[in-house]
């Protein structure tokens, strides 16, 4: 049996395809035909399709998240953008870290924060970087970090359901100690594969402004062939790199051999980058070592995209005068919008399925 959410959406849904045929009297007869309270409602789910229509371009959200309290805590522009995607999808939102984010709603409310300010919430979303073992959280729109404890945990309903970019000891911890659901962005192919793209395009933006020559003939070289070491590797070969791959796993050489890309295991990393010009390296483990490093030259530039701190020894790079960079994070640098967008789609769907398991109402408040 479909709910009530549900009963109204596809109305608003057959209203807006009424309208879209060029007849607004008719719609306009239907919504005021309706009962008062009727007329209220589908106002109301009206103006939030349209607003989503407006944002994503797209048709019509499947889901509304009317009555749904979701606590944002810290972030930086990716964040902004959740939180302008989850107001037009309905939710009532909380804010802490936010002081100078300029945003407005009247469902999106900014506070202090404090455990009981976190009593009520549904939803508690973290930042990409989630929380570090101090328990600190980045608040690019505050003044200084979010510092959570033991009581603000405690505070928060048990089986609330928890988002995270990643999840290090200290919130894995916390989480299992007071049953929160935990959902870990970053490790989901969903968010990992479509965040790879503006991850490598910022990545050859940086191989760009930071060499003298083109990526067009270029003798570039992939560390590791993960999501984003695929795309980086594709993107590459389609601006006509002589790109070649580095990588552990033999499923991953296979998969460059059958793209037409020479491939070179560990064992061979000397080799693969004896005569390279740009290195990207994806994988977030030593293996830029100040041996390996000896044997690349000079005017190589190196751009790692792993997982701080690198996998390169940087204070051997800035000694011998090779320009080394790190650059984690890069989506919320050189896309925010776009990767907001990611993570606020996997958002909803994944707070849909937990509705659907009956752990959210999605009926109007009063």
């Not at 407005?104 to 202090?112: H, I, L, Q």
């Amino acid at each position: 049996m479909r709910s009530c959410g549900q009963v109204w959406l596809k109305t608003i849904k057959n209203v807006l395809m009424v309208t879209c045929d060029n007849a607004p009297q008719a719609a306009f007869a239907h919504i005021m035909g309706s009962a008062r309270r009727e007329r209220q409602l589908l106002l109301r789910r009206l103006a939030i399709c349209a607003t989503w229509r407006t944002m994503s371009g797209k048709g019509y959200p499947d889901v509304i998240l009317t009555g749904i309290r979701i606590a944002f805590l810290g972030g930086d522009a990716r964040m902004a953008e959740v939180i302008r995607y989850l107001e037009a999808w309905d939710a009532s939102i909380l804010l802490f870290g936010f002081e100078h984010l300029p945003i407005e709603g009247a469902d999106v409310v900014k506070r202090e924060l404090s455990p009981k300010a976190l009593e009520d919430a549904d939803v508690v979303i973290f930042p990409v970087a989630g929380m570090n073992e101090q328990g600190e959280v980045e608040a690019l729109y505050a003044d200084q970090p979010l510092r959570l404890n033991d009581d603000h945990f405690a505070a928060m309903k048990q089986n609330a359901l928890l988002f995270t970019g990643i999840s290090r000891s200290l919130m894995t911890r916390q989480a299992e100690k007071y049953r929160l659901q935990t959902v870990r962005l970053m490790e989901l192919d969903e968010v990992a594969i479509a965040n790879s793209i503006p991850t490598a395009e910022g990545a050859l933006a940086l191989a760009m402004q930071h060499t003298a020559i083109t990526l067009h003939g270029s003798k570039s070289v992939v560390l590791g062939l993960g999501r984003c070491g695929l795309t980086l590797v594709r993107m590459l070969f389609g601006l006509g790199a002589k790109v070649r791959v580095c990588a552990r796993k033999t499923a991953d050489l296979a998969r460059a051999e059958e793209m037409g890309i020479p491939s070179y295991s560990m064992n061979q990393l000397e080799s693969a980058l004896a005569d390279a010009e740009i290195i990207f390296n994806t994988i977030p483990a030593h293996v830029l070592t100040a041996d390996v490093l000896t044997q690349i030259p000079r005017t190589a530039v190196i751009i790692d995209i792993s997982s701080a701190p690198g996998g390169v020894d940087f204070r051997y790079a800035e000694k011998h005068g090779i320009k080394a960079i790190l650059a984690p994070s890069l989506p919320g640098i050189v896309a925010p919008v776009t990767a907001g967008r990611i993570l606020a789609q996997t958002i909803v769907r994944s707070i849909d399925e937990k509705r659907r398991q009956g752990e959210f109402s999605l009926e109007l408040n009063g």
